[in-house]
């Protein structure tokens, strides 16, 4: 026999209508880089590609990789996992530079580049032979010439030349009339031709002066100025001066900010006291400055790793963190991460941000280069139609089932089925896991891994006796309160109760309740309409003692019943459910005795929804275990537990118990084998 039954949906409504929410050149390559191979020759086993370096120019270098892999010198072609991260450091051989990279990803001056692996790639490294400015500086109050061998320099007019790094070059001075050549300073001594080897910039002083004149020379890489007395030297600009024979001289040195006062030489005078020169013949003095040098240091901090180096050269850190530089140098620091990091900023030394750092250093200076080890999402997921955990560091899941990790750290799950689940463990898919014991992944990426439980023998139900079984849930804090999507298998033996109920505590806090109720009762019967609440009620036919699956769909606008997957009846409702945290409740609709009704009949898979279902996802997910997509599923319970008072949710929130504790007692529903029709 078939009755007429209402499903009666009470809402508490707030003001107002609820819409539905709105959803959302490559660098130029120079001649060298015809020495590259092309890339799709090499050869790499599946899942890796080959990264080779051509070390190119007059002279030589070594360039090294991180992670390991390439050392070249030696080994020049490195094997890598697609999508890898590779840094490669260029070192200049001594009297060699690194003059730039070319082909692939790489370009530029800086000795380290960092680059993605996605396919085979060939990279250029050239270096040169260093070049060095030899200068000659003319100084006196006389006048000449200095001519070099091999030429290059004619001075004055032609005073500076690029040289080698290791070659000779012989400097000559030739004073004019009525002046004589007191001799060199800076790179040469003595009055001699001057020969120099040369291995870095180098400047040499030519002291020419009138007879009788006292010249002061400064040299070294400072600054400073000489005085004299009697007055006549202020250098400086005015460097010598004529004094009347027998005349004693005094020299006072004063260094400049940033310089030092190292000493005096020629003239007979020497260390870097006073100096007193007796004029009785032209005479130099060399007055010797220097700059300040002090420690530039980085140190680097985080949770990552990486590589910092410097330009010019000196830092490769690395192990070499740490380089003595002249006051006033600038020095460009740049930070290349680790394939498992990422470069976070800088900090200290005026840098800030994630480009190349320039420091001018003109005091003891540390820089910090943070590095940050990078994390990804390992997602624990369970398949099938039985029960059981995952659990794991940061995992524990139903529950807990998504953990941040750091990249490279090795996670280890374990499945398990509690005793009288009547589920097993059959297996892993996902993270290169699988079989059933332990899964050990290494996070290199984001991360899912599913493990999947059957139901070993019949799934279950509750049986509800219409009289005064219930069973209690936790609370329904997850859901939303515009939208809401309720399914459940019901096989009815009776009229009356609810099979899903959610209460905030107490009676009168009820925020909704799916409630059958026989159409031939009065229209009141097992229903609370609450104060300032609004009831939607549509009528639709059920037959006793058969199961059917019930959808019950409230989208802000509308009320809609899916019978089998197919709509059933609907009806305009708008509005927004107010937000509540109480239980979750099955087989009663109130909880006033004298107003209380009771499911008369059996329940199966219950699944609550914080989104409105759409037509298409209930005719595709009814007669299913698992729904087709899961966004949106706040609790899944198959009520597949053989024994105990737990009521297990498959998605971790509101797991709850048979009657209304962990006793057993009189209002405790039955659990049955399911008869439902419900495919895995």
Known sequence: MQRHALIVLSFLVACGEVKAPITDATPAIDAADALLPDAADLDAPPGMVTLTVVKGGAATGTVASTPSGINCG???????P????????????????????????????????????????AVNADFGVAQYPVTVAISGNGTGAVTSTPAGINCPGGCTTMVAHGSSLVLTAAPTTGSAFLGWSGGCTGTG???????????????????????????????????????????????????????VVALAAAASAGSTFTGWSGGGCTGAGACSVTMNMSKMVNATFALNQYPLTVAKAGTGTGTVTSSPGGITCGADCTETVNHGALVTLAAAASADSTFAGWSGGGCSGTGTCAVTVTAATTVTATFTVRQFTLTVTRTGNGLGTVTGTGIDCPGDCTEIVNAGTAVTLDASTAAGSGSSFTGWTGGGCSGTGTCTVTITAATSVSAAFTLSGPGGALQFDGQDDLAVLGSGSPLDNRYMTVEFWMKLEGWGGAPVSLWSGTALGRKYTVAIQNGTMPTANGRVVLEGGATGAVQMPFALGAWVHVGVVFDGAGLAIYQNGTLAASMRLEGALQSFEGPLRLGIEDTIPTRATFLNGQLDEVRIWNVARTAAQ????????????????????????????SIQDSVGRMGGVLGSSNLAERTDPRRVESTAPINP
């Open 193 to 247: 031709a001057c020969t120099l080897t040369v291995e870095s910039a180098v400047t040499v002083n030519a002291s020419f002066a009138l007879d009788g004149s006292l010249v002061v020379t400064k040299v070294g890489n400072g600054a400073g100025a000489v005085t004299s007395s009697p007055a006549g030297i202020n250098c400086g600009a005015d460097c010598a001066e004529a004094y009347p024979f027998g005349t």
């Open 618 to 645: 209930m005719r595709a997910s009814w007669d299913r275990i698992q729904p087709a997509g899961v966004t949106g599923l706040v609790s899944q319970f198959h009520f597949d537990e053989l024994t105990g008072q």
């Open 82 to 121: 697609v999508g890898t991260v590779v840094t490669l450091t260029a070192t200049a051989d001594v009297g060699t530079v690194f003059s730039g990279w070319g082909g692939s990803g790489c370009s530029g001056t800086l000795t380290s580049c960092s680059i993605t692996l996605n396919a085979s790639t």
């Open 74 to 80: 030696a080994t020049c072609v490195g094997s890598y």
